[in-house]
């Protein structure tokens, strides 16, 4: 198995852009989280779905941020209008009913000029 | 709700010297406790949990790692630290299996040869 895989696995995009993130979680699977890591907030969860479905928002910072994930091999991070503070790395990670932990992707390291 | 804290920004030691990474966690139940390592540019790797049993649990690269319920702890450790080993360490806990991560701060390990 190819792992999480994140793209891009960088962004450079002007404020008030829209940005997409994108993760393609392990396959069979069946939770998958959104983490953002910035030197002053550390890790941070922002939402996490469980069989597409998702459970817990209440990371997510502002109605600027949205995710989806349409089906079982893709979820999307969407920021509009971003903003210089939304500047950070981005991790997607997944798992199978949490056992063993959280493989995590390469993250996207995203920064808003 | 759950929380976990690493006492120690950054820690310095030889090559060849053995290693303890404190972790301290609150929680009223038994938790399930994670460490985790990130490379620089690189996404997170599991490299132990616990979740019940052997208090003393092993992990992937030789380390491993005490549960101690009298003290909150759950401290990873290895004999003879290699200059590969320099990276950043997170110690997580879940309130369950297929729960969300809390992550602590994270522990900044530099090896000196």
């Known amino acids: 198995d190819a792992g999480v895989i994140q793209s891009p696995r960088h962004e450079v995009t002007e404020m008030g852009q829209e940005v997409t993130l994108r993760c393609k979680p392990i396959?069979?699977?069946?939770?998958l989280f959104w983490y953002r890591q910035t030197m002053m907030r550390g890790l941070e969860l922002l939402i996490y779905f469980n069989n597409n479905v998702p459970i817990d928002d209440s990371g997510m910072p502002e109605d600027r941020f949205s995710a989806k994930m349409p089906n079982a091999s893709f979820s999307t991070l969407k920021i509009q209008p971003s903003e210089p503070r939304d500047s950070a790395v981005y991790f997607c990670?997944?798992?199978?009913?949490?056992?063993?932990?959280?493989?995590f992707g390469s993250g996207t390291r995203l920064t808003v000029v | 709700a759950q929380s976990v804290t690493q006492p120690d920004i950054h820690i310095t030691v030889s090559e060849g010297a053995s290693l303890e990474l404190r972790c301290n966690y609150s929680?009223?139940?038994?938790?399930?406790l994670f460490w985790y390592v990130q490379s620089p540019g690189q996404g997170l790797q599991l490299l132990l949990k616990y979740f019940s049993g052997d208090t003393l649990v092993q992990g992937i690269k030789g380390f491993e790692a005490e549960f101690k319920r009298s003290q909150s702890s759950f401290n990873l450790r290895k004999p003879s630290v290699h200059w590969s080993d320099a990276a950043e360490y997170f110690c997580?806990?879940?309130?369950?299996?297929?729960?969300?991560?809390?992550f602590g701060t994270g522990t900044r390990l530099q090896v000196t040869l």
């Open positions: 997580a806990v879940a309130t369950g299996t297929a729960s969300k991560l809390t």
């Open positions: 929680y009223g139940a038994t938790p399930y």
């Open positions: 396959s069979g699977h069946d939770y």
């Open positions: 990670a997944s798992s199978y009913r949490g056992t063993g932990g959280y493989t």
